[in-house]
């Protein structure tokens, strides 16, 4: 039994730790002291003269920062909110200025330029001080890409309580670079079509979690909305509608909003599999399409799959891929090569034609088709990235710089490794936001979605990105990224089923494996708060009673 | 192996079955044609002369129903849309009508009136008829809200294509009426708060499924955002933020938008157990307040329930019951009574002393208290309304009239009819909108929710409310609801995790049991289109290929 004084002193205790400070991703090197800041009404953040020419998406991300800065008007996440920081804050000195400059020697390339480098190539660290005597603070680092890193960690820094934004526990100095190069998200446009202005919020939601590659598995079955010059009866026959396309000038808007965000736009056709949208144009290419019933024929419906054996039609998809490649200034392009189905071949006239007149096997053709795809595209300077069963399933020669996306399960990881190449986390029983929203398909009430349960931010975070590998393995594992698969998602529930989990993998990915989730839940909640503050409709992870009180609502608690 | 021929006949083969109608819920007498008829440009609703002194929230529903049909615009889902119709519209007849009268004797006394009446004494039946010569469609009904819903019914027959609107299957003739009386929401507004404009845009989801009960869980453990005449300092002192209130006004003016959309609004003050927020203002009525470790004494955190041995503590919940019973107009009132935490009064000194010095048991005390508060709602008018345990765990003496909401298990439904009480069904494992996101209590890495998984729409929709019930028992099936308990839920996903898997019962309930999912399917597809047309955000169900092709991509299709 407790005695009644003892209960009420509970109460309080509990309510004491909060962090001061909630960055995402944590930075690798972060010291802190305790001293207020408020920024200054005129608060300024400048590029150094010493960056010649500065280019053109710096400016803008000072601009948006400084923004940030003014209208994000987010209170600290304690009980109280911003109003337990007024004293101190009243007291405290000001801060009047970031000043930004590049390391000696540094030339500055745009943001973009930076951003669509190789994955090895890319510069993302950055030195951020914020003295603790208001002299002003400091952002220096060798890329313009560092600094965009750098500014991003900056507006985590600042809160606001009634018209006064502030920084708390200065002296602040954060040395950071990311643990892995490749921090990704993929959206799905084909199952269901999103506005231009829904990829656009999404991508300035990942920038703000340092996602550095957004995978856009732009084509499907089910629609092509993608406009490709000298391709174009792929959309006007094969997107949903005419409304539902992308043209050029849409790809062309995303890849630079993207890129003045420090991301690289990689492109996937998925092929030879998951092309039965092409049928509407070019029923020539195409086997078994919308053939019934379709789960003999595909994963999902509807059937179809690119006639790979037909030598008509692998040239008609290397052309097809050359002019998407081209529309795209990253280095990575993905042929995907997902859930090929062999009873849709072996149920084609054509493809068995075509195979007895060759002489070749289903595998053999498989082989002749990539390799001739592939061409196509590293012809166009791109590196190709497919899903695992292009090297745990079929007997086909890729290129040793191919980069494999593991999508089937966490286990495949080792298998791929072993294989030589480099890879990326996708594993859809850590990473894929659509488990666990019951099945799609029809006629099946009692449908549960393939990949059950739903995978909360605290399984993608404990994934840990070595497990089972020896070191040289280890070394292939180029980062990893959640996935939006949008049978049952669309610009409806955009926001809410990717925020803020896919936020764990970005911070799983740049501050590496390891994180503890106690302490990374008071930070995911900054996250989703902000995020709000921004615009986007990142939803609630528990209530706000818990929110505002760190670890009170843990299990044990 | 296909001939290629055959392949081709299966795509058109499939695409051809589609229901001209996608009627939500569906009539439960619904004759229909085969004739097209367009709305003429002056399309007009109207209230016949012989409908002495309408109501004003009748002229409103007119007025709204007008507004639906002309900004719809929502294509019939086919492929090509509404250009299918094209022809048959363009030489279509045209209907310029529809005419509402109330049948001989009745007297039009407003929606809200009609809708806040006891469960009983409800009267939603009508008699809608759409002639095939394009002469005026005719709505009658008893009572105004029977014309309300069959206003709602018109407004689904409805289609528009390149600037035309347009009925097919004309002649229509409906005569409905729902299977059973209550058809709920229940929505939490304590673990997150949701402004007014939220609820208001729900109910206006609700009243277009025919959905007639708001079931207001309005305050909990974690925030008390109802500003109560004479209990203000509750509110004040434990609402989120001074924002995050609902004040008599925004109290009044659901209210009044509810019952003009045909549903009563049944506010639910949970006692003796989830009133943690009471301890903020009243920590003297409150045991085990925000006590550690919650798991001993709460099922979430935080702590604390009402000292409900205390005198001084039943006669405040009275008073403040029967304050709360003033601001709402409806005849039902739940005072709660789920989750009983007896470690807590255990453990509360002063609840213990009151036992001592009353000489009564906890049970017997909870039975004190439990009639007394009562007492306080009736004496205002209201039938109390309880969650299962106060009848199948207390030792309760309960007026025979009281309401059983059954959400633990469905397995609960057969003891509480067997006591002899109406009830509702609120199963968890059926009707629970939040189950299969993930566990939210913190520090719970493996976490899932803890009545996983996922209820789809298909679960919900396959329920049968009187399963293992005698005839007498079956009877005392008052109907059902969806619920959303919102610890991971807010603003940011209320659409989408609500729409439009809560049709799914709105239609159960209505139209009875037996519904068949893959019939069902198409119309709630329909049900989710036209609902993202009036904006809310309702979650697409499949991919739109799926959408427009009903049944193929059923399971064995």
Not at 15 to 43: K, Y
Not at 68 to 83: A, N
Not at 417 to 444: M, P, Q, R, T
């Amino acid at each position: 039994m407790f005695p009644k004084s003892t209960l009420i002193l509970f109460a309080t205790l509990l309510t004491v730790f909060s962090p001061a400070d909630a960055l995402w991703p944590q930075p690798r090197n972060l010291q802190t002291g305790s001293t207020a800041l408020r920024l200054s009404g005129g608060f300024e953040i400048t590029i150094s003269g010493s960056v010649h020419n500065a280019p053109s998406d710096l400016h803008a991300a000072v601009l948006s920062t400084q923004n940030f800065v003014k209208t994000d008007k987010l209170g600290r996440l304690v009980v109280g909110r911003g109003s337990v920081d007024a004293q101190v804050v009243s007291k405290a000195k000001s801060l009047s200025k970031l000043t930004l400059s590049l390391s000696q020697g540094a030339t500055a390339h745009s943001i973009t330029s930076e951003a669509q480098k190789a994955i090895e190539d890319r510069d993302e660290a950055y030195t951020l001080t914020v003295p603790s005597d208001g002299s002003g603070a400091t952002l220096t680092a060798s890329s313009t890409l560092g600094l965009y890193r750098g500014l991003t960690t900056f507006s985590q820094l600042v809160y606001y309580n009634d018209g006064t934004t502030y920084i708390l526990n200065a002296p602040i100095h954060i040395q950071d670079s990311p643990a892995y190069p490749y921090r990704g998200f993929m959206l799905d446009t084909s199952r269901s079509f999103f506005p231009v202005s829904d990829i656009k919020r999404t991508l300035d939601a990942m920038s703000w979690v340092k996602i550095n590659q957004f995978h856009w598995h732009v084509v499907d079955s089910q629609s092509f909305p993608l406009e490709v010059p000298g391709f174009t009866d792929l959309a006007s026959k094969a997107a949903y509608d005419s409304s539902s396309v992308y043209s050029p000038s849409d790809v062309a808007d995303i890849v630079s909003y993207a890129g003045a965000r420090g991301i690289d736009v990689m492109v996937e056709i998925d092929t030879p599999g998951h092309t039965s949208a092409i049928s509407k144009a070019h029923p020539e290419h195409i086997a078994c399409a919308e053939a019934t019933p379709w789960a003999t024929f595909a994963n999902e419906p509807p059937a179809g799959q690119l006639r790979l054996a037909s030598s008509e039609t692998t040239q008609y998809t290397a052309g097809l891929l050359a002019a998407v490649a081209k529309m795209f200034p990253s280095t990575l392009f993905s042929t995907g090569g997902d859930e090929l189905n062999t009873n849709c071949y072996a149920a084609d006239a054509n493809t068995q034609e075509d195979l007895v007149s060759t002489g070749q096997t289903l595998e053999q053709a498989l082989n002749v088709f990539t390799q001739t795809t592939h061409k196509a595209i590293i012809a166009e300077g791109k590196t190709p990235v497919v899903w695992e069963e292009m090297v745990l399933v079929h007997n086909v020669t890729l290129e040793s710089d191919t980069l494999v996306l593991v999508w089937i399960s966490s286990d495949d990881v080792k298998a791929v490794a072993e294989k030589g190449f480099k890879l990326i986390h996708a594993a859809s029983d850590y990473f894929y936001l659509d488990c666990g929203g019951g099945g799609w398909v029809g006629a099946n009430p009692d449908g549960n979605s393939w990949c059950d349960p739903f995978k909360t931010w605290q399984k993608s975070y404990s994934f840990d990105p070595t497990a089972n590998l020896t070191d040289a393995e280890a070394k292939l594992v180029m980062g990893g990224q959640h996935l939006l698969w949008t049978e049952q998602s669309g610009p409806q529930n955009l926001d809410p089923i990717v925020w803020p989990r896919a936020a764990s993998s970005a911070e799983l990915f740049w501050s590496g494996p390891g994180g503890n989730i106690s302490e990374a839940l008071p930070r995911l909640h900054d996250v989703a708060y902000r995020m709000r503050q921004r615009g986007v409709q990142a939803i609630s992870l528990q209530p706000e009673w818990c929110a505002l009180r760190p670890g009170v609502c843990d299990l044990t608690a």
